[in-house]
């Protein structure tokens, strides 16, 4: 543990930092303003793509009522290809709002069920470009005049439709999980003053930028207008369709950079059988299977018998369907925004123009977002946290509805006084606010509602709770498509009025109905001194002391416990708990296990291991590459004598192979064994093909892990916590939202365990007999096609050597050993107990693999090592732990110096 190793006189040591008083040490959280974090630099290029396609769509979509609604006429003041009256248009333009918006359920299903949101926006993005290539080609002069235009607008409608949808329900979550850190915590800022970085105002901050930049897409009419007016509608939609090539290119090109969630399985219908057993039990609470149980109703419904069916699943669902119910009032809002794309398009068609195309000034309405969401964000909100004014998100919505409703009511007066005036004599920039007002509106309903849609959700339904959000403007759609014989002469009027009372009636429900729907600000986790330097973690945790605290002089830390859970105490999650506790994070850790080191159950494996270095793995890359890092891990523990080493030894071994070993083992393993010699034929017993003898470590397996265990425990290893308990389920390791990674190293459970069932895993049964033989002083194996046959001195264990079957299907004596060495058959040996256990395997090798499942949530799957845990499992923990080094990053590290009771706190990465 080379930081260990730095005293105070050190060049290269960082000063302490500690809390300059005791009364630093206490502080009022209530009193501190909460900040948002820094956004990952790689969101902004989720942010580039979402750009671009909102510059496709509003750019295509932007020209449509002109071109649906108008003759086509060249000489025309306003342009028009279909003649088809403002009716079918407004029409057509809401199908086509409500097919894109409706579509985003497919594109989440396919996300959270199938191929993840990455491939899903890719998949959607080619749909786009076939739509958008449908629609050029049948928008030219020559299309509109054969009859093929409207045929090809409604096909394209549909195409392009379905890839929007694919976009927007994943890109918004896709956006957001490429930031992970959900804990809150104080930071002293350079001026001194002490703030809590708050995680959820990090989302809105990143909400905030996402919308701006959507509105900043959304500016591509005033290109695609005005090319519709003064050169042809075909070359306006090109325009889009060259904008998402490039988009989906840079997409597709930064892949490597972003964090990516898997799909599922089948969450949408186990979400839908969940909410089938809450609606017949009356209540998520009683659908719960721990409840269930209890009334001994579990066997009433067959899915909660499943595996997956869970106390904590059932509790994930409850907060989907809660976010679910928060937009139900939402398309009474829609309406009224939709309302800015049509039918106040044509409103503009009937007033004095004066060269302005009358669809240019829909873009208004982000123009005026670009300016507020920056106010926003860097006026308006922090000058609320600053006073402690809370406006909360039920806040944020009712305040948006009343906003829309003034711009209709501003648009109903317009339009009585159009209908007073002679035609085209109002100028049409006195229609402003009503863009202007929706605009407002929207940072306050759309971006609060991208909010609610990703934070309320469960991880594995965000696509899909994102896409009924956006399903809400499909549903207002519909209902403008109901509205579409008055939206014409002479009903107008009414009819933006009653839109306005509709949204302010529905701003009021929203507040009455949600308005205790929200939780309260994130718990605060960790205080930051000078650009991250972590000294305090006010959540409880072990120590020597037993009291939550590491003490050290006059001042105390906190830390928390469950930053990094550790699933599963054999000899592969020991291995994980050392190398994090070297690298700095053990003050983070909990270690859970079913068995412990000392406990004897069968199902345990790590204690009735022969434990030693061997050739018994596998040719793979993969093996052989941790083979060799295990070993020369192992050996330099024991040449520098550290304590880890303990029941470690050298020991001479000879390995005999019934078949000839692969070409690259034999290359791989004579690069790095001490003293190994390739046996010649003369000396290899009958039916062996090769043989090596080389210098092999053994260990004393039940030893070496008690040994682990109580060093871990120490303070100097970090005082990494053990806790003895059965995990039903892999989510359930997640012990609370402050738990970012779990080394996920359960062993034999993978095959069936709900989070993972890897069904290439299965128990190999292993028979071993412990005897006591003095005259044994080497290591001697022999690898044959369906059995391995070993024979194993114990280190520090009074001459105790292990005699072992591996892989056997027959019986378990000792014969077989005795005549690979016939020193066995002397009289001092003596068999003091035999054994079974059960060694982890899986089919194609071990697996060592990370899985983000949410934010702020990543599992490093580490098991299936079969009977190589000890050799490999130092080589499996550096492999596991490089998996998820950025993610440690953003947790403290402690280094020691002068013994445990000199401790250093490291800056966060």
Not at 111 to 132: P, R, T
Not at 582 to 606: E, H
Not at 726 to 751: H, P, W, Y
């Amino acid at each position: 543990m080379a930081d260990m190793n730095k005293t105070p006189s050190d060049p290269e040591a960082i000063p302490e930092t500690r809390p300059s008083s005791p009364q630093q040490a206490s502080i009022d959280e209530s009193t501190l303003r909460r900040v948002p974090d820094r956004i990952p630099w790689v969101v902004l290029l989720v942010i580039i793509v979402e750009l671009g396609e909102r510059f496709t769509y509003f750019g295509l979509s932007g020209p449509f009522q002109n071109y649906i609604k108008n003759p086509y006429d060249p000489g025309a003041e306003l342009p028009g290809a279909l003649g088809k009256g403002q009716a079918i248009a407004t029409a057509l333009g809401n199908f086509f709002k409500f097919w894109a918006y409706a579509s985003t359920v497919i594109g989440a299903i396919v996300a959270d069920q199938f191929v993840g949101k990455f491939k899903a926006i890719l998949i959607a993005c080619g749909i786009y470009i076939i739509g958008l290539t449908v629609l050029v080609s049948t928008a030219t002069p020559a299309a509109i005049h054969g009859g093929s235009a409207f045929g090809g607008l409604v096909a394209a409608m549909v195409i392009i439709g379905l890839g929007t949808g694919g976009i927007k329900a994943n890109v918004t979550p896709f956006c957001a999980e490429q930031y992970q850190n959900v804990q809150a915590y104080i930071k002293t800022l350079k001026s001194g003053e002490q703030v809590i970085v708050d995680p959820d105002l990090t989302v809105e901050r990143m909400f905030l930028w996402f919308y701006w930049a959507v509105n900043i897409g959304a500016l591509s009419p005033l290109i695609t207008v005005n090319v519709e007016k003064y050169a042809s509608f075909w070359l306006a939609y090109l325009i889009p369709l060259i904008v998402i090539i490039i988009s989906a290119a840079v997409f597709l090109c930064s892949s490597k950079l972003f964090r990516k969630t898997r799909p599922q399985g089948s969450p949408i219908v186990d979400v839908a059988r969940t909410v089938h057993i809450a609606i017949l039990e009356r209540s998520f609470e009683k659908a719960k299977p721990s409840t269930l149980r209890e009334k001994g109703r579990l066997d009433c419904y067959a899915f909660a018998n499943h595996p997956d069916y869970t106390d904590y699943g059932v509790e994930k669902v409850r907060s989907g369907v809660t976010a679910c119910k928060l937009f139900l009032l939402f398309p009474l809002y829609f309406v009224c925004w939709t309302q800015i794309w049509n039918n106040v398009i044509s409103q503009a068609g009937y007033m004095a123009l004066h060269g302005t195309p009358n669809d240019l000034l829909q873009n208004l309405d982000p123009i005026a977002l670009i300016i507020f969401i920056p106010l926003l964000d860097f006026v308006v909100y922090p000058l609320l946290r600053r006073y402690k004014i809370d406006f909360r998100p039920e806040l944020k919505v009712t305040a948006g509805f009343f906003l829309a409703a003034l711009s209709m009511v501003y648009a109903s007066v317009l339009q009585y006084y159009i209908y007073k005036s002679p035609p085209n004599s109002i100028h049409v920039w006195i229609q402003t606010p009503i863009y202007v007002l929706v605009g407002f509106s929207e940072a306050f309903v759309v971006i609060t509602g991208l909010e609610l849609a990703y934070t309320k959700a469960p991880e594995s339904l965000r696509s899909f709770v994102s896409a009924l959000f956006w399903l809400t403007i499909g549903i207002a759609a519909a209902i403008c498509i109901a509205l579409a014989p008055v939206s014409q002469d002479p009903y107008l009027t009414w009819m933006y009025g009653s839109l306005g009372i509709v949204a302010a009636v529905g701003g009021v429900l929203f507040y009455v109905l949600f308005g205790r729907a929200f939780t309260r600000p994130a718990a605060l986790d960790a205080e930051v001194v000078d650009d991250g330097v972590v000294f305090r973690m006010n959540t409880d945790g072990l120590s020597p002391r037993g009291d939550g605290e590491i003490y050290f002089g006059c001042n105390q830390l906190k830390m928390a416990r469950d930053s990094i859970v550790i699933l599963g105490a054999g000899i592969i999650g020991l291995n994980v708990a050392l190398q994090l506790s070297k690298r700095g994070y053990g003050q983070q850790i909990t270690v859970i296990g079913k068995d412990l080191p000392g406990d004897s159950n069968v199902d345990y494996t790590s204690p009735w291991a022969g434990a030693n270095f061997s050739g018994i793995s596998g040719n793979d890359s993969n093996a052989l590459r941790w083979d060799k890092a295990g070993y020369l891990a192992l050996m330099d523990l024991i040449d520098r004598g550290a304590e880890e080493a303990k029941f470690l030894a050298k020991i001479q071994s000879t390995e005999y192979w019934d078949e000839q070993p692969s070409a690259e083992k034999i290359e791989s393993v004579t690069e790095y064994l001490r003293d190994v010699k390739v046996l010649p034929k003369a000396e290899l017993p009958d039916g062996v093909s090769f043989g090596l003898s080389f210098t092999t470590i053994s260990l004393n397996a039940p030893a070496h892990c008690l040994h682990l265990n109580s060093l871990l425990s120490r303070p100097e290893y970090g005082a990494i916590k053990f806790e003895k308990r059965t995990v039903t389920a892999l989510e359930d390791a997640f012990l609370s939202q402050r738990t970012k990674i779990v080394f996920n190293c359960i062993g034999n459970a993978a095959k069936t365990m709900p989070g993972v069932h890897d069904a290439k895993c299965y128990p190999t049964r292993g028979q071993i007999v412990l005897v006591k033989a003095p005259a044994v002083q080497q290591n001697i194996m022999r690898h044959g096609k369906d059995y391995e046959t070993y024979i194993i001195p114990r280190p520090s264990s009074d001459s105790t050597v292990i005699l072992g079957g591996y892989l056997q299907k027959g019986d378990s004596d000792s014969r077989r050993t005795g005549e690979l060495l016939p020193v066995l058959k002397q009289n001092d040996t003596k068999i003091m107990k035999a054994a079974v256990g059960f060694r982890p395997s899986r089919e194609t090798g071990a697996r060592v693999e990370r899985e983000d499942i949410g934010t702020g949530r990543t599992v490093v799957h580490n098991y299936g090592a079969g009977g190589t845990g000890y050799q490999a499992g130092m080589g499996m923990a550096q492999d596991a732990v490089d998996l998820v080094q950025e993610v440690l990053g953003q947790l403290p590290k402690t280094v020691y110096e002068q013994g445990p009771a000199r401790l250093r706190w490291l800056p966060c990465a």
